[in-house]
């Protein structure tokens, strides 16, 4: 082979290497589909799960007590009977402002530190639906309820966020 054709071969390789280059970073780099992570589901999780199928179940009375014995606050007679009043009238609330309860559907989980952990429902009712906020903290006797209460969701989406 002689000089030219060995210099144009290098030459060529060069400016097609370099061209190439070039158009791949002047194109977008197309999304490489993101293979299903396993979420962990926290024992917080299972707790409140646990909770929201008492609900769904219409077990109020199962529901209060276990809300009662998870608490991180031990609550005396008169202030869960407040409590309980409260979560009621709550719930009657929305059920006479947007009809007729329906499914709650888990909507997040919220690690918001390794010992505190918030979990929100959607309960949907006939012509709207609301959030169910469960929080836990972890305490040294493991996973209690630090708090529960609805929100609407009209209100409740800043905090979804």
């Not at 370099?18 to 970073?25: C, E, I, M, P, Q």
């Not at 999304?31 to 999780?45: C, F, G, H, N, Y």
């Not at 010992?115 to 709207?128: D, E, P, Q, T």
Request: charged share 25%; aromatic share 10%.
């Amino acid at each position: 082979m002689t000089k030219p054709v060995l210099l144009a071969g290098l030459l060529g390789g060069l400016l097609g290497a370099v061209g190439s280059f070039v158009l791949a970073r002047s194109f977008p780099t197309t999304a490489k589909p993101v293979a299903a992570v396993e979420v962990l589901r926290s024992e917080a999780r299972d707790r409140a799960d646990d909770l929201v199928a008492k609900l769904r179940a219409g077990q109020e009375d199962d529901f209060f007590n276990t809300v009662r014995s998870a608490s991180v606050k031990q609550l005396k007679d008169e202030d869960f009977k407040q409590y309980r009043e409260y979560i009621t009238e709550l719930r009657e609330g929305f059920a006479t402002r947007l009809g007729a309860p329906g499914d709650i559907e888990f909507s997040r989980e919220t690690v918001l530190s390794p010992s505190l952990v918030r979990v929100v429902y959607i309960a949907k009712h006939a012509f709207g639906s609301v959030a169910l906020f469960v929080v836990f903290y972890n305490t040294a006797d493991g996973w209690r309820l630090l708090g529960l209460t609805y929100v609407l969701l009209e209100d409740a989406l800043k905090e979804l966020h």
